[in-house]
């Protein structure tokens, strides 16, 4: 119904900057939150950003500041925009999106797309 593709990963070094996006295809009514998550190596799932259908944001202590969460203005695309990237960064990052589809609220995962922070 609803797929979501992720991409922008990559190797950075500390202090640099990628931009991940997170595409959403299918039968989408409208989105209704967005969100960002990321797993460390045998961590346990870590949420870091939001944004609302209002556009409200809201971050993690631990990247407010540096990265960004935004949206296509009429379009399905998410990004999070990060910089100052710090080896603690290193994480597969996931995209996670409220979605009306047809009709009902699903809840739709990214595929993950892996950063690493490294000198």
């Known amino acids: 119904q609803v797929q979501l593709v992720e991409s922008g990963g990559g190797l950075v070094q500390p202090g640099g900057s990628l931009r991940l996006s997170c595409a959403a295809s299918?039968?989408?009514?409208?989105?209704?939150?967005m969100h960002w998550y990321r797993q460390a190596p045998e961590k346990e799932s870590e949420w870091i950003a939001s944004?609302?259908?209002?556009?409200?944001?809201k971050y993690v202590d631990s990247v407010k500041g540096r990265f960004t969460i935004s949206r296509e203005t009429h379009g399905n695309t998410v990004y999070l925009q990060m910089n100052n990237l710090k080896p603690e960064d290193t994480a597969v990052y996931y995209c996670?999106?409220?979605?009306?589809?047809?009709?009902?609220?699903?809840?739709?995962w990214g595929q993950g797309t892996l950063v690493t922070v490294s000198s």
């Open positions: 996670n999106l409220g979605v009306i589809t047809s009709n009902m609220l699903i809840d739709v």
């Open positions: 299918g039968s989408i009514v409208s989105i209704n939150a």
């Open positions: 944004m609302s259908g209002g556009a409200n944001t």
